[in-house]
């Protein structure tokens, strides 16, 4: 999703793939990530609309579901302007829809109503975000903050937790690494394996210039999510590069391009990285390649071949014990 530096390897990418489709990544994860929040408070606000919404589980080919549940909806708003989860219900699903000028007039008018409502705050302030009115956004978020951070529950709010992650990531594009770290921080708290958060994190650690750190973040955020998201590998490469350690760059930018639908390439750099300073993570990119791709006996071989590297390696370890082999196994034979 940034610009990554050229390095020395002949068969790197000078700028790796950014146009449409790291543009789409990040609007995908944006969006899903509001509604990992909002589509809990789409099930609540449908239910609270009326049972009678989905008593007909017919199907018509047009309009679509999502039409026809903006409809049911719109038409319960109608019947009850007061009525708070059908507003709320109205708002996720235009924001769904993709329109979010009228996303954010219910939004409006359920706080409104309702001037504590968070979920309202957090479909707004997304919103705000969405079109760079930082400001806007920060107040809506530090509104939930200020509210659900002495709760019963504060320790397990999702939606504290996401308007802790908002902050976050708006410190960020202010370029304040230190108050993002602290927000952050206490997003994490509450969601320890949250890897967009642990994202944001790093992107905070290498704008105060700790690359070897940040590096670490980025390797425990795609952890979780090792493949499909090619954003933590091209901050990966960024860092690299300002390391000086361009084979480790050039790994990062292999999997950028396995990520960016170019396993050829990506296979042809990573192998041609495996005898070199970046020999390990070559490897163990090579693995996963190939036990995506459901090609175990290579899979086995290079997780084999990491090990030998590095007997104790976290991730060789957990590919073959995916894969049904035990790491002491002798190949083949040692399949469970």
Known sequence: MRTMNETSTPVLLAEPPQAEAPAAEKADRALGRFLKVGVVVLALALAGVGVLYFLDQRAPAAPSIVDQQIAR????????????????????????????????????????????????????????????????????YVAITGTNRT???????????????????????????????????????????????????????????????????????????????????????????????????????????????????????LEGLAGGPAGLDAMLGLGLIAQVDKDTDAAIGWYRKALAKDPKNITAMSGLAALGVAPDSAGPKGKK
């Open 73 to 140: 909806a719109e038409d319960a708003v109608r019947q009850a302007p007061n009525n708070v989860p059908a507003r709320l219900a109205l708002g996720v699903l235009y924001q769904d829809k993709n329109r979010p000028d009228d996303a954010l007039a219910q939004y409006g008018e359920v706080l409104k109503v309702a001037p504590g409502n968070t979920d309202a705050r957090l479909g707004k302030g997304y919103i705000l975000l969405q079109r760079s009115d930082l400001a806007g956004a920060t107040a809506e």
């Open 151 to 269: 709760g019963e529950f504060a320790g397990a709010d999702t939606r504290l937790e996401a308007a802790y992650y908002y902050l976050g990531v708006i410190a960020v594009q202010q370029q304040q690494p230190a108050k993002a770290l602290d927000q952050l921080g206490l997003a994490l708290r509450i969601s320890p394996t949250d890897s967009d958060a642990l994202y944001q994190v790093a992107l905070a650690q290498a704008q105060l210039n700790k690359h070897a750190v940040a590096i670490a973040t980025l390797r425990k955020a795609l952890s979780f999510v090792p493949t499909g998201w090619c954003t933590p590998y091209a901050q990966m490469a960024t860092s690299f590069t300002a390391l000086g350690q361009p084979e480790e760059a050039s790994y990062s930018q292999a999997m950028l391009l396995y990520c960016s639908h170019k396993p050829t390439e990506a296979k042809t750099q």
